[in-house]
């Protein structure tokens, strides 16, 4: 059975308060600043065995980052159209953490391999956007 998507801390009073307190302590981005729009669909995470609720949210001004590096280890700013763009959408080979060799579809974008629960996630939004559309 999979660990319950839950807040973290007792001070959050919903999951929308934790992913605003995590942005904050993960990347630096002062959750006063950040409008949230709503939630994706939850996810199970085979490999973690935990259940994971995406917040869909943003900034009216590209933040100043500051990365704690024990919880993450790079940025990537990309574009949502690189996303759309069908051409970034490829298989690639990608070692699991079972050291398993896996053939995925990922985005791959600025040389990097996005696939997984990531990939999963932000198919879902670009989904969503190509249906509003809304041109970028």
């Known amino acids: 059975m999979a660990k319950p998507i839950s807040t973290n801390e007792d001070n959050d009073i919903d999951l929308v308060q934790t992913a605003l307190r995590e942005t904050e302590e993960e990347i630096g981005v002062n959750k006063n600043i950040i409008n949230v729009i709503g939630e994706l669909t939850q996810l199970y995470i085979p490999p973690s065995n935990f259940n994971v609720q995406p917040i869909i949210a943003y900034t009216n001004s590209i933040p100043d980052f500051i990365l704690d590096k024990n919880e993450v280890d790079q940025i990537l700013e990309i574009d949502i159209e690189e996303f759309i763009n069908p051409e970034n959408i490829v298989h690639k080979k990608v070692l699991s953490r079972n050291n398993l060799q896996l053939s995925v579809i990922c985005y791959f974008i600025q040389n990097e391999i996005i696939w997984g629960a990531s990939a999963m ?11 509003t559309n809304l041109k970028f």
Request: glycine content about 0%; aromatic content about 0%.
């Open 121 to 131: 996630i932000l198919s879902e939004l670009v989904e969503i956007l190509k249906k």
